[in-house]
């Protein structure tokens, strides 16, 4: 490896025109898989996020301790496995839903597989911090337990929410470029096989800085969007 | 309308069952503004919510209207909410919410139409006295603004019963006045029953006509307003009736011929200085709490009586002659019995 040949105005030259040939669709490729991926994931992981918290002892609508118990180690071990490891651990499930374990759409399974645990320990956390008293008023309301849920807890944890499904996106996206290393695409597969593989280092530093802005522009939103969203928050 | 028979709370705790409500016995009329006051950790929130089941009662019955409230399943008890509803302390309102949609909601929760629902919840915050701020956030308004958006919100679904938990204790004095006017309005023009709980016995006398008095679970005193706080029979009563009264006790405790004068409607009149001219007897005043009510005094006196026995005698019969007011010898004080 020599870095400093990576930088020569020859290879300079070709990171931008590989800026601007294959970039264009390998962002396209991060982007589609990250929010298609975070899109599953809310799917599986906010209801379980809302049992987590509904279904304990003291919750609004306990469900029986084996169920629980369940759910926590199922969420705890899908979490310890390593995301790189577990994509290569349920290939067979990727082939059952896709068709194949190959490329960026068959890369979706095991990010939502990845991800789905990790959103439903954050809408826990979000849902946890809903004031038991606004519960106990709305129980004191004749509030059901699915009304508790659908129109108090999260309506009330939607900044939170927010901010927690932010943080989802950016980890799901690092998530993305470590499977390019296994057949997915997008800007990590461009990086590794591309920048680091065939040694043109540029292009790999150039995919992570656009990696870098993305993860800004989204997290920038998200804050935004959190605070806007907070009527706590607003001046009187 | 309401009744609570023999009824008791046992709660497990990691140091061992704690009883918090032992075998209370309360009827409540319809149109009652009633109190229920103790300090703090005497049951009292744990009560209010055996009313409307948020806490299930170990032991004995709710009645509301002949119906026991624990024979009924979730949906019923439900159901039963909307008729019995609630406000708190810290107002609880939704903070994500306008005031307008925290005051639809517990319309929203029982399937009224939207447009109703609406209406119904304007026209409840203009009688509470906020239709400006129909669109503004919880966050926006001050405390006193943000618990007539609850009483507003407790009444949407047209209960029979409003149960009020603390609901000025995080009030200033001012706006704790105003709040209370406005439960008693809400009580005389639509006929709802209000139960009270409070540690503030200033709010108990300002808009209450029956109150219970808890200690440690238990009810240790009951009835009307002016007679338990003319007449204190227990010193868990008096010292939260009386706080300022125990004080001057302790101080005079040791000795002395002690008399307490207690104030039944009696027309307002120089009783004390009376008695010296009349009977010839100083009397000095260690502690007073009484309020006037029109020309008629309620409340209480404790005093001194210098002399012989002969003087404490004529004392007592001279005090007792006067109508509405009553007299007896007051005990040594025990200042550890009424520590509580």
């Keep these: 490896m020599n870095f400093a040949n990576a930088f020569t105005p020859e290879r300079l030259q070709e990171a931008w025109e590989c800026l601007l040939t294959e970039f264009p669709f390998a962002i396209w490729e991060t982007l589609y898989s990250t929010l298609l991926a975070t899109f599953f994931a809310i799917v599986i992981g906010l209801p379980l996020g809302v049992l987590l918290v509904t279904g304990e002892s003291k919750g609004i609508r306990p469900l029986p301790r084996p169920v629980m118990s369940f759910l926590n180690v199922l969420i705890n071990l899908l979490r310890s496995v390593p995301f790189i490891i577990l994509m290569v651990m349920i290939i067979p499930l990727t082939r059952a839903v896709v068709g194949t374990s190959v490329g960026t759409l068959a890369s979706v399974v095991p990010l939502t597989v990845a991800a789905f645990p990790f959103i439903a320990r954050l809408v826990e956390s979000s849902l946890r911090e809903v004031n038991p008293n606004i519960i106990e008023a709305a129980q004191s309301m004749g509030a059901s337990p699915w009304q508790i849920v659908t129109r108090v807890m999260l309506p009330e944890s939607v900044p939170s929410l927010i901010t927690n499904f932010t943080l989802a996106i950016t980890t799901i996206m690092g998530y993305t470029a470590m499977s390019g290393a296994v057949g997915g695409g997008g800007l990590g597969k461009l990086a590794l096989s591309y920048g680091y593989q065939r040694y043109r280092f540029a292009v790999l530093y150039l995919a992570v800085i656009v990696l870098v802005i993305i993860t800004q522009v989204i997290q920038s939103f998200g804050t935004w969007l959190a605070r806007k969203s907070d009527k706590r928050l607003k001046e009187k | 309308m309401i009744e609570l028979r023999n009824l008791s709370k046992l709660f497990t705790t990691i140091d061992g069952p704690v009883d918090a409500l032992k075998h209370i016995n309360l009827k409540i009329e319809k149109g009652d503004i009633y109190g229920i006051i103790g300090m703090s950790g005497a049951g009292k929130s744990t009560l209010v919510r055996c009313i409307n089941m948020l806490e299930r009662p170990t032991e004995g019955t709710v009645l509301m209207d002949g119906v026991d409230l624990g024979s009924l399943n979730k949906k019923q008890i439900q159901e039963a909410r909307r008729r019995i509803t609630m406000i708190f302390q810290s107002f609880n309102l939704l903070m994500q919410r306008t005031c307008l949609e925290n005051v639809m909601l517990p319309l929203k929760l029982a399937h009224v139409p939207t447009a109703q629902a609406r209406q119904k919840a304007m026209e409840l915050l203009e009688t509470v006295g906020l239709p400006n701020k129909a669109n503004s956030y919880p966050a926006q308004l001050s405390g006193g603004q943000q618990q007539r958006v609850a009483i507003a919100r407790a009444l949407a679904t047209e209960p029979n019963v409003l149960l009020c938990d603390e609901a000025t204790s995080a009030l200033d004095p001012k706006t704790t006045h105003a709040i209370l006017e406005l439960i008693r309005d809400i009580n005389r023009k639509m006929g709802i029953t209000v139960i009270v709980i409070t540690h503030q016995m200033s709010v108990v006398q300002e808009i209450c006509n029956k109150v219970a008095i808890l200690e440690n679970g238990e009810v240790v005193e009951e009835g009307e307003v002016s007679e338990v706080f003319s007449n204190p029979r227990t010193n868990a009563t008096r010292n939260l009736i009386y706080p300022e009264m125990t004080e001057g006790i ?32 100083a009397a000095s005043i260690i502690g007073a709490s009484t309020r006037s009510v029109g020309d008629r005094a309620y409340g209480y006196m404790l005093l001194d009586i210098p002399g012989t026995p002969e003087d404490l005698a004529r004392a007592i019969t001279y005090i007792s002659a006067v109508p509405d007011v009553k007299v007896q010898v007051e005990a040594e004080y025990n200042a550890e019995e009424a520590d509580v």
């Design chain 2, 250 to 281: 302790e101080m005079f405790s040791r000795g002395g011929q002690h008399l307490r004068v207690i104030f039944n409607g009696a027309v307002t009149e120089p009783l004390i200085a009376k008695m010296a001219m009349e009977c010839g007897i």
